[in-house]
């Protein structure tokens, strides 16, 4: 069986998952969507004749050389989605790095270190709360028992979702000689802004990833009849809430940061029942830990006097927080040596807000990333897009990197 081609791959993905009515993508950890890209994995893994394997915290793997050899070069990204979200992000890295062994092989190159191809399991977390769970696993900075501890909205727990889509949730945790193998990993991915746009560039190098983290604010009023209870007698906490997304704008914009409340349950949640509880989730992000700071801070305190005003008791937990990560220079300026060697021209270097795979393993294994150009800026959306050209370039681009590090 041929290995099919970019357009193909991308065609057969594009279907799984994806909501008609929105448009987006629905690809949650250990759903029937995700056990569908994970087929679609194996197949182009068997396709080309590699070896593939999921680990045992429910990462993907796909090896052309011995796995035990050490020093393997690893491409790859992410298959999950957040609710309705774009095409792109995480699938163009898998779908390229499959390309790119194509691409290698069509050119005659000859790996003489192991390749891999990986596709890291609940990226997104949009299922149980926690981004990176596959690889913050294997690196160990989520336990077992933490792990074991998440819960999805409807209580299901990821334990059992993981053994009901038949893996072993007692045998997740951290996995140093697995990644102990790993001489360098190289994520490609959707550029998630839109620096390159307005560069003008199809391709470009990552240099850091902000801090950024999750928090998640419980409002708890009384419930109580809409129709018939006084405004002056009501525990209402929507009104410290519908604050405090306020002072997360404010802040943020006086940090230069970012701040977003995007996720919120209300109970009871009926038109004519003035809420007992508003759960929100505030997700923040800044170019250095002291910024996020600041507005973290800021806004919890915003929140503590508008529910005090209202009567309301607040609690506020961190539920997830991932430190800044600058790459590491010796494997980017390698990167940038092979690309520019190519190009003849200087590759542009950006920065990203967005959390991923590579930013949490680069505290275990060397890492570099590469972003695509995406022209509207838009992600985590169903408009989220990259050119068709602008893709091809990522897959050469990344099939160069792969030559220069793993090819004679």
């Not at 182009?44 to 070069?73: C, I, M, S």
């Not at 977390?125 to 792990?147: H, I, K």
Request: proline content about 6%.
């Amino acid at each position: 069986m041929s290995a099919p081609s970019f357009q193909t791959m991308w065609a057969e993905l594009a279907r799984v998952g994806k909501d008609p009515g929105t448009g987006g993508y629905r690809r949650y950890a250990w759903t029937g969507a995700d056990l569908d890209c994970r087929a679609w994995f194996r197949d182009q893994a068997e396709a080309r004749g590699l070896r593939h394997e999921t680990d045992r915290n429910g990462n993907l793997w796909a090896w052309l050389g011995d796995p035990e050899a050490g020093d393997a070069v690893v491409t790859g990204s992410h298959l999950d989605s957040v609710p309705d979200g774009g095409a792109f992000d995480g699938p163009l890295g898998v779908v390229s790095a499959f390309a790119a062994l194509d691409e290698l092989r069509a050119r005659g190159a000859r790996p003489v270190k192991p390749l891999a191809i990986t596709a890291f399991g609940d990226e997104e977390g949009a299922r149980f709360g926690v981004a990176c769970v596959g690889s913050r696993l294997s690196a160990g900075q989520l336990t077992r028992e933490q792990a074991h501890a998440l819960r999805a909205a409807d209580g299901t727990s990821l334990p059992q979702a993981m053994e009901a889509a038949g893996q072993d949730p007692d045998a997740i945790g951290a996995d140093p000689e697995r990644l102990g193998r790993i001489g360098a990993l190289v994520e490609l991915h959707v550029e998630q802004g839109r620096a390159l746009d307005l560069t003008g560039d199809p391709v470009g190098l990552a240099s850091a990833i902000w801090p950024h983290g999750r928090w998640r604010f419980d409002f708890r009023g009384e419930g109580n009849h809409a129709g018939t209870t006084r405004l002056a007698d009501r525990r209402d906490p929507t009104l410290p809430y519908a604050e405090t997304v306020l002072a997360a704008r404010r802040e943020a914009q006086l940090a230069g940061a970012l701040a977003t409340f995007g996720k919120v349950l209300v109970q009871p949640n009926g038109v004519n029942a003035i809420p007992s509880l508003v759960s929100a989730w505030l997700d923040s992000r800044a170019a250095d830990p002291a910024s996020l700071d600041t507005v973290v801070a800021a806004v919890e305190a915003a929140a503590r006097e508008a529910a005090t005003r209202s009567g309301v008791e607040l609690a506020v937990v961190r539920e997830s927080f991932t430190p800044s990560v600058e790459f590491g220079h010796a494997l980017r300026d390698e990167l940038a040596r092979i690309l520019e060697a190519r190009s003849a021209t200087p590759l542009p270097v950006i920065d990203s807000g967005a959390g991923h795979d590579a930013g949490i393993l680069s505290a275990s294994v060397p890492t570099a990333m590469l972003f695509v150009r995406n022209p509207t800026g838009v992600s985590h959306a169903p408009a989220e897009t990259a050119a068709e050209d602008d893709c091809v370039a990522g897959v050469r681009a990344l099939a160069d990197v792969l030559e220069g590090l793993a090819c004679a």
